[in-house]
């Protein structure tokens, strides 16, 4: 089948009207490493909050004391955020027999609800994806997207990546804590 040369020329334009608006309305950020200064450190405890998800419910990570926990900061229109979610979802899936949860916040505050259920639906996500919550971006100082933090069973801090991993770093991380 043919595809027009109109269909590709409004498929780009709104892609790029896309990355135009996320650019402007993330903080800018790089994404190596040593520009994300992080305020929490490995071994201490995980702030507590609950928030809830685009489908309505509640997470709360005081309910998941016992059972590892993997933050992910991401926003719907972030390209780089696909190949870590389908990962994470993937994991999810891994892991869910060994109670391991996986949360995606959104780190761009007043992305359309629109966005984020265009992207949990793209990555076929089985894990909860969280509207913009401001206390906890800050606590988790979630400046960038792919940030990602592995709370252990005791509510502890196990890891924290700057950027993103792959399944099998991902999988040595929780195999240490589990």
């Given amino acids: 089948m043919k595809v027009s040369t109109s269909y590709i020329i409004i498929a780009v334009g709104i892609v790029v ?4 608006y996320a650019t402007a309305h993330v903080q800018k950020y790089s994404t190596s490493n040593s520009s994300v200064a992080v305020s929490l ?21 005081a309910e998941h004391k016992g059972k590892p926990v993997i933050i992910f900061g991401m926003f ?11 990962t994470l979802n993937k994991i999810q899936k891994d892991y869910a027999a060994k109670g391991v949860s996986v949360l995606a916040i959104d780190i761009l505050n007043g992305e359309p609800l629109s966005t984020l259920e265009q992207y949990r639906d793209y990555i076929k996500a089985d894990f909860p994806l969280v509207v913009y919550s401001d206390s906890v971006v800050r606590a988790y100082n979630l400046t960038a997207p792919e940030i990602t933090y ?18 099998q770093q991902y999988k040595d991380e929780l195999d240490k804590i589990i």
């Fill in 41 to 61: 450190a490995v071994g201490e405890l995980a702030p507590s909050f609950t928030v809830q998800s685009i489908d309505g419910k509640s997470f709360s990570l």
């Fill in 76 to 86: 719907g229109g972030c390209g780089e955020c696909i190949p870590t979610g389908e």
């Fill in 17 to 20: 009207s896309f990355g135009i």
């Fill in 150 to 167: 592995v709370i252990d069973a005791n509510g502890n801090i196990a890891d924290i990546n700057l950027s993103a991993l792959n399944y």
